[in-house]
């Protein structure tokens, strides 16, 4: 069939026209997520543009909770251009629910929502911030479980969400299976909330309701109650993780050189020229400190009654002339200064201390050692340091 030119001119025409949109929605279609806006100049059907400019409106507008609804509302329209063209867009949908505020209304948004897709970042954090007004924290950390497997990066984002649940004493039983770490994210999440004084207290309370953790959550724990001056919790998640009796000055008895929760076990120097650690015997602590060297090489914290204690020291250490350069020094804990500071003596030796400040309940117990520049180095062993009541 010879087409003639009038039609040919109308086919052509039509060719190009259709060759014209086909362009424009290609290259709207690729400008969606970074360019949503020239997305839907050049292609006004894009539902996806439009529903990816609702959400840079809404997210724009949000610095802190009481802008969620207002910045929302601001979006609607955009999400309801996106909705019409697109019934199916996820985060125009999250939009028009938080533009609902509280009430029915955006619960049976959400619903619609979610029958449609549970995997929206929007949406499930929709989800999530309604699980915590609820109080189902059982829920909540489902939801952010699911979040996080699909958007690790976002971690920072909704730790805070937890924090607020973990402050909450209710949460407690619901929230115990982080400390199983078995989401990669529930580390990461165990470390922050060690260092957040706010929920300290609670983390510990979970923990002691556990019969074994990981050692290492167990040291952050112990740092982050230190730090936010509950030694008393602090010393109770030590007796827990230690599965030992708690060292303290209340009775006769000899200190071992374990440090695996340090203060509470012992902290120990370890530089190349300033160094102690367990010799091969495993009952000597080895110590030496190079020429020009010196601070606190060993220390631990123990509790000790308001009557006084005594600390005997055994040691084997050399050059003799200087062994007075070896001292014990006692401080309550938090202080910077101490309240007793003695030197060793070359032989086995007891140091009474007796002046413990009434506010002292629990004290730092520091070996210090310095070698002066141009002297010998100090070094060999401690063979027995034990403490008991004066």
């Not at 959400?110 to 911030?129: F, H, Y």
């Not at 529930?186 to 060690?194: N, T």
Request: contains cysteine; charged residues 25%.
């Amino acid at each position: 069939m010879v087409l003639r030119p009038g039609r040919l001119i109308l086919v052509s025409v039509i060719a190009l026209v259709l060759a014209a949109l086909a362009f424009l929605q290609a290259s709207s279609s690729v400008l969606t997520r970074k360019q949503p806006a020239l997305a839907t100049q050049l292609f006004p059907l894009n539902g996806l543009a439009w529903e990816q400019m609702a959400s840079r409106e809404f997210m724009s507008g949000v610095t802190e909770e009481a802008d969620i609804v207002p910045s929302a509302q601001s979006a609607a329209d955009t999400a309801r251009r996106a909705f019409a063209l697109d019934p199916l867009a996820p985060k125009a949908f999250a939009v028009l629910a938080f533009a609902e505020g509280a009430g029915e209304t955006r619960q049976e948004v959400l619903g619609a929502a979610l029958e449609i897709n549970r995997r929206d970042l929007l949406l499930q954090g929709l989800v999530l911030e309604g699980e915590v007004a609820r109080k189902d924290y059982e829920g909540t950390l489902a939801t952010l479980s699911s979040i996080l497997r699909v958007h690790p990066e976002q971690k920072t984002n909704f730790f805070p969400v937890l924090m607020q649940a973990l402050a909450d004493d209710a949460a407690l039983p619901a929230l115990a299976g982080i400390l199983d770490r078995s989401e990669e994210w529930h580390d990461d999440f165990l470390g922050s909330a060690a260092r957040n004084p706010a929920v300290t207290a609670n983390l510990a309370t979970l923990r002691l309701s556990r019969g074994a953790v990981d050692p290492d959550i167990d040291r952050r724990l112990i740092e982050g109650l230190l730090a936010a001056g509950d030694v008393g919790k602090a010393r109770n998640i030590y007796v827990a993780a230690s599965n030992t009796a708690e060292t303290n000055a209340r009775t006769p008895s000899p200190i071992d050189w374990r440090k695996d929760f340090p203060p509470f076990d012992w902290k120990l120097a370890d530089e190349a020229g300033f160094r102690a650690q367990l010799a091969k015997n495993q009952t000597d602590l080895e110590l030496f400190v190079r020429g020009g060297q010196g601070g606190p090489i060993a220390e631990r914290l123990i509790a000790v009654p308001l009557s006084g204690f005594t600390v005997t020291v055994e040691h084997q250490l050399g050059p003799p002339e200087q062994v007075k350069d070896v001292r014990l020094q006692v401080r309550c804990f938090g202080d910077e200064e101490p309240f007793y500071d003695e030197p060793f003596r070359i032989r086995r030796h007891s140091f009474r201390i007796s002046n413990v400040p009434a506010r002292c309940d629990f004290v730092t117990l520091t070996i210090h050692a310095r070698a002066w520049t141009g002297r010998s180095a100090i070094r060999g062993t401690l063979s027995r340091l034990a403490i008991g009541p004066n």
